[in-house]
């Protein structure tokens, strides 16, 4: 297998961009990635979108976007995996390098939620669960994450504002972050005081849905060019796993099985254990999966992920630094794009780039993309090296 | 218009038709054919007493489109009595405030409009509290 | 065999004895006071028809209500659903204009596809229309087994009489063999004329009444003539009954033409249920027999007589069996709905029953 490098990476700011559609939001991030590259000539491009024909009334964006990005005639394909889109369109691209079957690979995650005003985009959300079990119920993902809250609750004894520690983690880091949603930090009375949206979950324990677009450019170590600029990083680990799209089929729902799965087996490939990972971009479109992936993933025993956060543990430079970028829930949550937004911090991280935000001796990125409650995880290894 | 969908469920909405498996007497609901325990195929039907307790709860204020007429509801994660766990709304609900653990029965009701009061009316399970 | 005469009135019974061998109630559980609609609209002048009536919540309607119902009846008649050859429900609120309630009924309990499935409709006495005509069906051997609903979410316009009462709720009876049966049915009588006092046109929400010729050249000229031609070919009077259930359209109504026909308030008691239930219109009678079957006992004798508005009634001659008290307790009974209570306001009420304009 050939050695994958991040080349180029690109991304918009994410926000509500009433005035700029999906494809010119897409073009942004691929634009900035590109000219990253250094201007590496794509020959692929993967598309990571959640909900594009539903909220845009737009499919076939791999042929749409190639085509305004100017890259008509390349393979270009859509990948969806809800929620781990970005990160599953991630994996593709890392596979048709390592391959061998592509040299220079275009990742591009784009989510355009603002086409779509109202109810109507919970129940576009509500189409990533199981439509005929779960969303004929009315339910909607924020109250299938409650519901998984709940229960955490009520098993591990958990007081009223023990996820507090998430939102004001996210919010701290996401106040460095230009291109982050929300760029100030709260404090803990904003989370104990802020509205319930779906009781135990509040505004806070909530990534906010918005528009944005990221972007990485994919190649092999000899295919750079010869003033490559940036520190070296390369893809070292790279896994998907799968579980049930309903909560109520898991046959125990208080355990991210897939995020278990594969960040062990991106771990395995990478070839290092969780004390070398310098810093996790968890998938926190809802603080419990925060809670439930730090367990998984063994930051923390099953039951006391939320402690770590409570603890301060997963600030910068603590004990596992998380969202170092603001995570879902500062940076916002733009559905599709989200997966490769965290590709492009960690990128930045390892390069030594994150100025404020920067995690001391960045070395190994552990990312993970989530599809709905972990019905589906990618996970990633980025490491930074020496030339 | 989703006639189809809701007309091929239409067991499982309105009684809870799941499965049993034929070689370790697992109940299934989802129906899925294949049993999630023991593996093998499981295509014996099998109607579910509609008794259970409450696994998790939560309330929904704003409603996804089809649904906002009835918010909020409150909608939960049942445990049957023989075994799976379902999703499903709560409703009859008073003053009582839901609990984990309370007994629930199921009871049949209007879950929806198919689009707007044109379309057919979906009918399906929920569940209200047992006294 | 009936024979025919000019001068007596016609008894309806079957070749074989026909009785019922289950039965279910339902009864939504809101409630809105009478005093809270005169609040609204009189301000709290005035009698009020009764104490206050049962609202089905916002996911309720007469197919979930007739549902559960015919359910409580499986209950108590422990019978293979594959084994009703008919499915009826009569009402004046089906959800659908076209397309049978009946249908989705049968399916929820497990009676298809073997099975007569219709609606019937015949104002409040649509209930007892298919009750006779399951006698009928079972009475001639058609079918061992056949179910008759009557089930309404009255109709009422805002601010009119007829908003006090108008309630929700019904019954479901399973009839069979008489030898099977909690209640054997000996005959019925039905008496018709064509009378307006009550009306609603296609595509109208509400329905129009005629006031005052609503009582007594409608409801209690066909109730009486009814009760008494039954009553009379039946060779029986009033104190030949443990029990009296009459249509009732409010409190009044029904005890005074339980008194015309020589029946006094103990007799009408238990299924008097429109002081806390409203009128439930093709559910009146039916769900009075079922609350007076729930406290009946064997050798009990009950006289069923519903009314139907355009303008009709049905009147049943029913003798209470040894099996009828243990089967009593096998479902939910009438007075545990009418319990399970939640009381709301007009707003609310105005809400459940849809009654703002959204568009």
């Not at chain 1, 590496?40 to 491009?45: D, M, N, V």
């Not at chain 3, 309720?60 to 050859?85: F, G, Y």
Request: hydrophobic share 40%.
């Amino acid at each position: 297998m050939s050695e994958v490098i991040i080349a180029g990476i690109g991304q918009t700011e994410v926000g509500e961009h009433w005035e700029i559609g999906l494809r010119e939001l897409a073009i942004a991030a691929i634009q900035d990635a590109v000219r990253d590259s250094g201007g590496l000539k794509p020959q692929a491009l993967f598309v990571g979108n959640m909900l594009a024909p539903n909220l845009s009334n737009q499919a076939h964006l791999g042929a749409l976007l190639a085509d305004y990005a100017g890259l008509t005639g390349i393979e270009a394909v859509t990948i969806e995996a809800a929620g781990a889109s970005g990160g599953a369109a991630l994996r593709q691209g890392y596979l048709a390098v390592a391959s061998g079957m592509v040299d220079v690979a275009l990742v591009v995650g784009v989510e355009k939620f603002t086409d779509k005003i109202g109810a109507g985009v919970d129940a576009a959300l509500a189409t990533t669960s199981d439509s005929d079990f779960e969303a004929v119920q009315g339910m909607t993902l924020a109250a299938q994450a409650a519901l998984l809250m709940k229960r955490y609750m009520h098993e591990y004894n958990v007081p009223k504002d023990g996820f507090a520690g998430f939102a004001l983690t996210a919010h701290a880091n996401g106040a460095n972050n230009p291109c982050a949603m929300f760029r100030k930090a709260i404090k803990p009375e904003t989370y104990t005081k802020a509205e319930m949206v779906s009781e135990p979950l509040n505004m806070f324990d909530i990534a906010p849905n918005a528009d944005g677009a990221a972007a990485v450019v994919l190649t092999r170590r000899d295919l750079l060019p010869k003033d490559f600029p940036h520190p070296l990083v390369r893809i070292a680990g790279s896994a998907s796993s799968s579980d049930t799209l309903a909560l109520h089929d898991r046959k125990d729902m208080l355990y991210f099985d897939t995020a278990q799965i594969s960040a062990g087996k991106a771990m395995k490939q990478a070839g290092i254990v969780l004390d070398q990972v310098s810093f996790f971009e968890y998938h926190d479109a809802f603080s419990i999966y925060a809670a439930l992936s730090l367990e998984a993933v063994g930051f923390a025993i099953k039951g006391r992920g939320w402690k770590l956060a409570e603890d301060g543990e997963i600030s910068l430079n603590r004990k596992i630094s998380c969202a170092t970028m603001g995570g879902m829930k500062a940076r916002g949550f733009p559905g599709g794009a989200a997966g490769v937004y965290q590709a492009v911090e960690a990128a930045i991280q390892l390069r030594g780039q994150a100025e404020a935000s920067q995690v001391t001796g960045a070395k190994i990125a552990l990312i993970q993309s989530l599809g709905g409650p972990a019905s589906t995880a990618v996970s990633h290894i980025f490491e930074r090296f020496e030339a | 218009m989703e006639i189809p969908r809701h007309w091929r469920l239409k067991q499982q909405r309105y009684s809870l038709v799941g499965e049993v498996c034929p070689h370790c007497d697992h109940k299934i609901f989802p129906p899925r054919d294949i049993c999630p325990n023991c593996g093998d195929e499981a295509k014996e039907l099998f109607t579910f007493s509609g008794k259970g307790e409450v696994y998790s709860y939560t309330k929904i204020y704003e409603a996804p489109t089809g649904f906002d007429a009835n918010a909020p509801y409150t909608v939960a994660l049942v445990k049957l009595e023989e075994g799976p766990i379902i999703t499903a709304q709560l409703t009859d609900l008073d003053s009582t405030p839901v609990e984990i653990g309370m007994p629930v029965e199921m009871v049949t009701r209007k879950m929806r409009n198919d689009g707007d009061e044109r379309g057919i009316i979906v009918y399906g399970y929920k569940f209200r509290l047992r006294t | 065999m009936t024979t025919p005469h000019p001068h007596s009135p016609t008894l309806l019974k079957p070749v074989k004895p026909v009785g019922i061998v289950g039965y279910g109630a339902y009864v939504p559980r809101y409630r809105l006071p009478a005093k809270e609609v005169a609040r609204v609209w009189t301000g709290g002048k005035g009698g009020l028809p009764i104490k206050e009536k049962a609202v089905p919540g916002l996911d309720e309607d007469v197919i979930t209500m007739s549902i559960e119902a015919a359910r409580n009846a499986m209950l108590r008649a422990q019978i293979d659903p594959t084994e009703l050859r008919a499915v009826w429900v009569g009402s004046e609120s089906h959800p659908y204009a076209v397309k049978p309630t009946s249908t989705l009924v049968a399916e929820a309990i497990g009676a298809v596809p073997n099975t007569q499935a219709a609606d019937w409709e015949f104002a409040c006495k649509a209930g007892t229309e298919a009750l006779v005509a399951a006698m009928g069906l079972v009475g001639s051997g058609m079918g061992h087994y056949a179910m008759a609903i009557g089930m309404d979410t009255a109709q009422g316009k805002p601010g009119d009489a007829l908003e006090y009462t108008a309630g929700a709720g019904g019954g479901a009876f399973i009839l069979g063999p008489a030898e099977e049966s909690l209640a054997i049915i000996n005959a019925s009588y039905s008496y018709v004329t064509d009378t307006p006092d009550f009306w609603r046109r296609e595509n109208q929400k509400y329905p129009e009444h005629g006031m005052r010729f609503t009582g007594e050249p409608a409801y209690f000229k066909h109730i009486t003539e009814a009760a008494t031609h039954l009553m009379e070919a039946s060779g029986t009077t009033a104190k030949d009954y443990k029990w009296a259930v009459f249509h009732q359209p409010n409190t009044k109504f029904a005890q005074r033409v339980s008194g015309q026909l020589g029946f006094s308030p103990e007799q009408i008691e238990p299924g008097l249920l429109v002081p806390v239930i409203g009128n439930t219109y093709a559910g009146a009678a039916m769900i009075g027999l079922t609350a007076t079957l729930d406290i009946a006992q064997p050798g009990d004798r009950i006289l069923v007589v519903s009314f139907g508005s355009g303008a009709g009634s049905d009147a049943f001659d029913i003798l209470v069996t040894d099996a009828a008290p243990l089967r009593a307790g096998l479902a939910t009974k009438t007075q545990e709905y009418i319990s399970r209570r939640t009381e709301i306001d007009y707003a609310m009420y105005v809400r459940y029953r849809g009654k703002l304009q959204m568009k």
